[in-house]
């Protein structure tokens, strides 16, 4: 059997800018990019899927992987990666703002913990909202969600010279600033009693000026913040169904021309 330069070009191609998509998505999404997460076990996660999706991808474009359209082509396949996973990632960043403005309120902003996901600091209930989403996300299968819109990407946006456009790039920048829009949502019942019962005792202590507001507040406003937290915690799921499915859809929207 002979084996042209053509051919062996081909067959690089076929398995290195595909699996650099994958591997750059897997690194920065939520759950497969978890510091917790084994670089090995993410290395094979994207072998695996490479091999998997090798067979339905349009034919590669006849570039040496070499020449500098080459190594164009790696990074662009790099940026694509990265945006899908960030712009799903910020479905997670969202419920983290909203753990930290409801903790700010309750006087919880110096208790934090560990993030296991990002592996930083981070307050109590914003990890609260972080555990919760992540068992939420396995449960709508968003695993699988993610790792579909990132099969039917290469689609999209098949493999070659040109990538994401600046309305594709304006549209992750978009789906950033939609992300604060969301945490306040999310968090709006807990910071609206909040804001009531610190509003209560300023009154309070307007009419007994002697009564140790700050003694007696503190305790009642924390108490009144994981009371709030109870009661918040049925309505993730729709919260997070939407987020979800906007940032999936702003993902799948990338060579399109935008929303």
Known sequence: M????????????????????IAAMLAIAPIFG?????????????LLLTAVVMPMLPAMPPIDPLSAAGLLVLAQQFLIGLAI?????????????AGQTAAMGMGLGFASMVDPQNGIQVPVVG???????????????GHLALIQVLVDSFQTLPIGVEALSRQDLREV?????????????????????????NLAFGVVSRAAPQLNIFGVGFPVVMTLGFVALFFIVPTLLPHLDRLLQEALGSVSHFGQGGR
């Not at 670089?39 to 996660?45: A, E, K, N």
């Not at 996973?85 to 703002?97: C, D, R």
């Open 2 to 21: 002979l084996f042209t330069s053509a051919d062996i070009i081909s067959w690089i191609n076929g398995l290195f800018w595909p699996l650099t998509r």
């Open 34 to 46: 978890a510091r917790m997460v084994p670089v090995r076990i993410r290395l094979i996660l994207a």
């Open 85 to 97: 996973g960030f712009s799903i990632q910020l479905v997670f960043a969202t419920l983290i703002v």
């Open 127 to 141: 990890q609260y909202y972080v555990v919760i989403a992540t068992l939420l996300f396995l449960a709508m299968n």
């Open 173 to 197: 920048a978009w789906w950033g600033g939609r992300m604060f829009a969301g945490a306040v949502m999310v968090a709006l019942p807990a910071v609206a009693a909040i804001l009531l019962a």
